[in-house]
């Protein structure tokens, strides 16, 4: 009776089901947070926050990035149990938009929703790809990493993660495991270093602000590290894309995304006070070639248990692939089967073997192997295009809050998450304003004097790539439909 119920209403949103409903709670939840991964996640730039400003804005920068973030995914979830499908955040505006803008809107707002995930996932890859030779270099002094060996790795990682998702029954059980081990290797992490702390800084260190070496005022530098946190929650997303996997997907999303935001703060937040306040040298932690491996040591005091750590660190960044790859597979699939990307009726084939959209999912692997050629030529830019994944994430959860902002709440049908006349208008009308100041704060150099080799290439990214959508629109977006809702249906349904 449910699960009729389910795909009834995604019916009425355009689209039949095309796979089974094998995504548990524990399992959704497993996705989302493995994705996320708050405290590995932070553990892989946060040394960008201490050259921002210092160790106080690693932990109170976090705090500000948390209570950003949470805002932006709340005015979301709101969406999403509204318009429960896999087509996410486009899908939510071509039922909001207007008759004459919804074609071109909610098809600008797929690309920078699907490039936003393959940038993300190109993103786990390289950390897990740097972690690994990372640990090599630290149990090897001698050994010289060089770009090339990176790529490998990179390639390699990506070979093992995607493996799993040609045996579709086993990825919930995937996902599941990913839960456990990254909230299994928090606490651990967080015991050691409360029992082996070396020196715990004074209470008050982090009243005391410090200034970083970025060379920005000290005020705009706590900015940066404060919009650097927020990679923390990098996709949050997540459980949207597989919302016709699971049962009640209006009211599971809502609730997978904002458990994955407080077990984010719940892992992230008390590690990063311990880490800080036993602390060291700041200085050579942000140096270091695996900032979170020399933190870890400078924490302990011992290398063996750094080492074990941080091999504990490396497991959670590559088993959470697999996550991101079903995610990015899916909303490259859900994109395709509503004409969004080239080759469209290729694209949205779901195997009937497999039960899983792997046309769509390999594509999503060609771009991570493309993509990391480029950090062959320049890792800067490497970099700082994938730090810009937060960015265009952000924009793609700001298109439909503007559409629930401007055309108002009507255009919302009954849901299971309803943030009320005051609450929702709120989280829409911060989140567009916050998007727009992250736009300008994400285009800004990590340091001045900016030269060649530390450029922010993110602006010109940006320019380029909404270039490339415009372009892509004026040529092919005539095959694009989009889904064939039956709005009123849905809310008289909705309504019963």
């Not at 409903?21 to 926050?49: D, K, N, P």
């Not at 904002?258 to 942000?286: C, R, W």
């Not at 959860?397 to 255009?411: D, E, K, N």
Request: net charge neutral; with cysteine.
């Amino acid at each position: 009776m449910i699960k009729n119920l389910d795909d009834e209403i995604l019916h009425l949103q355009g689209h039949d089901a095309s796979m089974p409903r094998s995504f548990s709670s524990v399992a959704s939840i497993g996705l989302a947070f493995s994705i996320t991964g708050s405290w590995v996640g932070y553990l892989s730039c946060f040394g960008a926050s201490i050259t921002f400003a210092g160790p106080q804005n690693v932990v109170l920068g976090l705090v500000v990035g948390t209570v950003v973030q949470w805002i932006i995914t709340l005015g979301l979830a709101e969406i999403a149990s509204a318009f429960p499908s896999s087509g996410g955040q486009y899908h939510a505006v071509f039922c909001m938009a207007s008759e004459g803008t919804r074609r071109s809107v909610s098809y600008l707002t797929g690309w920078f929703s699907m490039l936003a995930w393959w940038i993300n996932t190109s993103s786990g890859l390289m950390i897990a790809a740097k972690a690994v030779l990372g640990l090599a270099s630290f149990c090897w002094p001698t050994y010289d990493t060089v770009n090339w060996h990176v790529y490998l790795v990179y390639l390699l990682v990506m070979l093992v993660t995607a493996a799993p998702l040609t045996m579709s029954r086993t990825v919930p059980w995937i996902t599941q495991g990913c839960l456990y081990i990254s909230v299994s290797g928090f606490l651990m992490a967080f015991i050691v270093v409360m029992a082996m702390h070396q020196e715990f800084q004074p209470q008050g260190y982090l009243l005391h602000a410090s200034h970083g070496t970025s060379g920005w005022p000290h005020g705009f530098a706590w900015i940066l590290g404060a919009a650097n946190s927020m990679y923390a929650y990098v996709g949050t997303d997540g459980a949207i894309h597989i919302a016709e996997e699971m049962n009640h997907p209006g009211r599971r999303i809502p609730q997978i995304m904002n458990l994955t935001m407080l077990i984010g703060v719940l892992s992230a937040l008390p590690l990063f006070m311990a880490l800080i306040y036993a602390i060291q040298d700041p200085e050579k932690v942000a140096s270091a070639t695996l900032p979170s491996l020399e933190l870890f040591y400078q924490a302990t005091g011992s290398r063996a248990v750094s080492l074990f750590l941080q091999i504990w660190v490396t497991t959670v960044y590559i088993s959470s692939m697999t996550s991101q790859w079903v995610t990015s597979g899916r909303m490259a699939w859900a994109f395709a089967r509503d004409g969004g990307i080239p080759f469209s009726d290729y694209f949205a084939v779901v195997d009937e073997r497999f039960q899983s959209p792997i046309r769509a999912t390999v594509l999503s692997t060609a771009f991570a192997s493309l993509y990391g050629l480029l950090y062959l030529a320049s890792t800067n830019a490497f970099s700082s295009i994938t730090t810009s994944a937060v960015l265009y994430f952000n924009i793609s959860y700001a298109i439909p809050q503007a559409m629930a902002l401007f055309r108002g709440r009507a255009v919302l049908p009954r849901r299971s998450l309803n943030l009320g006349p005051i609450v929702g208008p709120f989280c829409n009308a911060f989140t567009v304003i916050a998007v727009l100041a992250l736009v300008i704060i994400y285009s800004c150099p990590s340091t001045l004097p900016t030269q060649v080799d530390s450029m922010n290439y993110s602006s010109v990214v940006l320019v380029g790539i909404s270039g490339i959508i415009l372009a892509s629109w004026l040529l092919v977006g005539s095959r694009f439909r989009g889904p064939d809702v039956d709005l009123q249906r849905m809310h008289f349904l909705l309504s019963a």
